[in-house]
């Protein structure tokens, strides 16, 4: 099914944005109309979210298409025109339009309303945050950002007389040949290691920079400033540590588990970082599907047989072209899925090879594409915008109960055991590492004038805290001390990692529910995701039939869930 973007009512039907001059008399008239009920206030919204769609969804093409090639400079330099011409006078614009929703006698009447409520929220806590002086350094932010996928784009290992992406030549970590995994890891870490000098100077300014927004905005540092602007106002750092301290004493006792039967499995004197990806028990590794054509067809298979309706979302997608998953040279790394605010039908981006972590990366951003879908006809589009800890909760749900189809892409009863014996010890995996790329950007945050020193020894400190104690790290120090860098979210969304942490434990209660009762697990799934941003992280997670809880008890329960499904495989 192509789905066409709803009739504009505000906008002329066929207004495509070129510059801001264009842009800007939309703007100035929401700016000047008169607001004499709450009808009118209502309407006013509306036209205010149809125009702002209209702009989210201009820069996310330009964005799509950058990342998906990132050698292609006019590609390149439509995003940047738009980060550099017409994001910056849009900040002005919106701090008045938001002074003006407050300001508006009939605002009071709208608070009591669910969804508006919170949306007045947020529209406080903007008018908080913004200052004029700031404009130029976020343009400045945005511009730097992009140069990180450049860099990463660019990088290729040969191994074979083969030229490859760092994810096609990452599959052969999974070789049950030691020597291969080895010099593949090497390479890709060599090939890591000479950009590091390039990324760490980066990464300082992006510091620098961020730290001067925080200031200038009346913050200590930028982690209070950023929590703010992510309108985290559910949680805190003291509940982020208290996350921390649950992971160490919770989940990484599991992890030297994991790693000890891991080098017992694997018959090594030394339990290598190449030695992580390969199956244990020496078996050839798993291929879940043939290319991209293939992982889409089986994906919305598995959709379908869970529920018709994902099945259609996928499948809508596929025939828009709203998927791009397979690695090549000159596309930027990792996966994405990036919301389309006035088509309402997302694009997902990816860089699948043949491996399972591709597949349930399909899984994963096919349930942040679910969660688009079932928002798309809420009235406005912050409405539809719901918080991180909430979208990661789709997506991370996704994965687990996508299990329940996972035959497939797996026919032979042991090979799917298998996969999902690694999809619930890579969770064991990605709450450690959560709590590590949390922690560090606390620290540096915390201390943004460190030196590089510092930083190299306050990383060592941190991923030593939650890393098993098993691993034998010899000889590799330097890769060690940058294993940080191949973390575009530091880069790229700050602070924007402790949502992964928090939506796994609470997709584990989710799945937990789906194993109990199928049809009530994915109806309450689903209909937490419907709710969009109309109702608190607590809230929403209490829709979906789940606990937003960091405590120790909980964790511990959650844990001893996912390790008796690990015995029943």
């Known amino acids: 099914m192509i789905v066409q973007a709803p009739t504009r009512k505000f906008l002329p039907v066929n207004f495509k944005i070129s510059n801001w001059s264009s842009l800007q008399p939309f703007f100035d008239s929401l700016e000047n109309r008169k607001i004499l009920s709450v009808e009118e206030l209502k309407h006013w919204l509306r036209d205010r979210s149809e125009l702002e769609s209209v702009v989210s969804e201009d820069m996310g093409w330009r964005y799509i298409r950058m990342t998906c090639y990132t050698d292609n400079e006019e590609y390149s330099k439509a995003y940047q025109y738009f980060v550099q011409e017409i994001q910056p006078p849009l900040a002005p614009y919106a701090d008045r339009l938001n002074k003006k929703v407050i300001d508006s006698p009939f605002t009071k009447e709208l608070e009591s309303i669910a969804g508006y409520d919170l949306m007045i929220r947020n529209l406080k806590k903007e008018i908080e945050l913004f200052r004029k002086e700031n404009i130029p350094l976020f343009t400045e932010i945005n511009t730097e950002t992009q140069k990180y996928a450049s860099v990463s784009g660019a990088m290729t290992v040969t191994i074979n007389e083969q030229e490859m992406t760092l994810q096609q030549a990452a599959v052969i970590l999974q070789s049950t040949d030691r020597v291969k995994r080895e010099e593949a890891y090497h390479k890709i870490s060599n090939r890591r290691l000479q950009d590091t000098d390039t990324l760490d100077t980066l990464y300082s300014k992006l510091i620098s920079l961020r730290h001067q927004v925080a200031l200038q905005a009346g913050f200590q540092n930028f982690r209070d400033y950023q929590f703010k602007a992510y309108g985290r106002f559910d949680y805190s750092p003291a509940d982020c540590f208290a996350f921390h301290d649950s992971i160490e004493s919770e989940v990484v006792p599991i992890l030297n588990q994991l790693a000890t039967e891991r080098k017992r499995d694997l018959k090594v004197s030394q339990l290598r970082p190449w030695d992580k990806a390969v199956d244990s028990l020496g078996r050839e590794p798993l291929k879940a599907f043939k290319d991209g054509k293939d992982l889409a067809e089986k994906s919305v ?39 389309l605010a006035e088509i309402g039908v997302p694009f997902i981006f990816m860089n699948a090879t043949s491996t399972l972590r591709d597949m349930t990366t399909l899984m994963h951003e096919g349930g942040h594409a679910v969660h688009n879908f079932l928002t798309m006809n809420l009235e406005l589009n912050d409405f539809k915008s719901p918080p991180m800890e909430v979208a990661e909760l789709a997506s991370m749900s996704m994965e687990l109960i996508s299990m329940d189809q ?59 805290r939650f890393s098993d104690t098993v691993t034998d790290w010899s000889g590799l120090q330097r890769a060690k001390d940058y294993l940080w860098q191949k973390q575009l979210h530091l880069y790229e969304v700050p602070f924007y990692y402790i949502e992964y942490g928090m939506a796994q434990l609470g997709a584990i209660a989710v799945w937990r529910n789906f194993k109990k009762n199928k049809a009530e697990g994915l109806n309450f799934y689903m209909n937490a995701l419907r709710k969009g941003n109309m109702a608190t992280i607590p809230e929403l997670y209490k829709a979906a039939g789940i606990k937003f809880d960091f405590s120790k008890k909980y964790i511990s329960e959650l844990m001893a869930f996912v390790k008796d499904e690990l015995a029943g495989i």
């Not at 309706?309 to 690695?327: I, V």
């Open 301 to 339: 298979e598995c959709f379908k047989n869970l529920d018709p309706y994902l099945g259609s979302c996928l499948e809508t997608m596929r025939e828009m072209g709203h998927l791009d998953l397979e690695s090549r040279k000159g596309k930027a790394p990792g996966g994405y899925n990036y919301p």
């Open 406 to 464: 996972w035959h497939l892409f797996f026919q032979h009863e042991d090979e799917l055991a298998r996969a999902k014996r690694d999809q619930l010890e890579d969770i064991i995996e990605t709450l450690p590492w959560v709590a590590t790329i949390d922690q560090f950007q606390h620290w540096v945050y915390e201390n943004p004038s460190h030196s590089l020193d510092e930083r190299k020894i306050n990383w060592n400190q941190i991923f030593n």
